[in-house]
T-cell receptor, first 117, second 111 residues
Framework: GAVVSQHPSWVICKSGTSVKIECRSL??????MFWYRQFPKQSLMLMAT?????????EQGVEKDKFLINHASLTLSTLTVTSAHPEDSSFYIC?????????????FGPGTRLTVL | SQQGEEDPQALSIQEGENATMNCSYK?????LQWYRQNSGRGLVHLIL?????REKHSGRLRVTLDTSKKSSSLLITASRAADTASYFC???????????FGTGTRLTVIP
């Protein structure tokens, strides 16, 4: 159980276009989903926290108008990278949170590799 | 930055040896978690240790937590080539539910 999927797993796009990444919790409902980005050989950096039905909370330094997050249901959150540029090329990972035994546990998706040409 | 730090950044050992990775963090925490990531893949949750716990075991994994020093260690015993991966610690701050990851340790186990 507790499987999280992401789609697409990789995407290549031209500079200036927008890319949407989906994150789904397949067998549980997640009130909270998180979006991270990871540069090669570096750690995960939290971008934003997304709660179902409300606006996402962005971490300092993350442009909310550039990285649009929509959390329309308890099983789906989307991240749209608008007007992508080569510096947005990265590995984007989502996670979905579920409360187990009083502790919030995050389950991670497999990641989406974005390459902007 | 709330990001923790891990050392060593990279570790290379022979199969069968033990591997120890250390993590230091900056704030008071609710719990600390260790994750594994194979190259270019998602994260796999390994173990969670709460702030009131000092040691936890899971199979070949042993995790310690010293809240006075704001540090944790992950020990993998009798390593295998399949343990080759990056390992990250992540903390959950008191009163929060989001994770802040350490810088990671790249472990290579040589067959």
């Amino acid at each position: 159980g507790a499987v999280v999927s992401q789609h697409p797993s990789w995407v290549i796009c031209k500079s200036g276009t927008s890319v949407k990444i989906e994150c789904r919790s397949l067998d549980f409902q997640a009130t909270t989903m998180f979006w991270y980005r990871q540069f090669p050989k570096q750690s995960l950096m939290l971008m934003a926290t997304s709660n179902e039905g409300s606006k996402a909370t962005y971490e300092q330094g993350v442009e909310k108008d550039k990285f649009l997050i929509n959390h329309a249901s308890l099983t789906l959150s989307t991240l749209t990278v608008t007007s992508a540029h080569p510096e947005d090329s990265s590995f984007y990972i989502c996670s979905a949170s579920i409360r187990l035994a009083g502790t919030d546990t995050q389950y991670f998706g497999p990641g989406t590799r974005l390459t902007v040409l | 930055s709330q990001q923790g730090e891990e050392d060593p950044q990279a570790l290379s050992i022979q199969e069968g040896e033990n591997a120890t990775m250390n993590c230091s963090y900056k704030t008071s925490i609710n719990n600390l978690q260790w994750y594994r990531q194979n190259s270019g893949r998602g994260l796999v949750h390994l173990i969670l240790i709460r702030s009131n716990e000092r040691e936890k075991h899971s199979g070949r994994l042993r995790v310690t937590l010293d809240t006075s020093k704001k540090s944790s260690s992950l020990l993998i015993t009798a390593s295998r080539a399949a343990d080759t991966a990056s390992y990250f610690c992540a903390t959950v701050k008191t009163g929060a539910n989001n994770l802040f990851f350490g810088t990671g340790t790249r472990l290579t186990v040589i067959p």
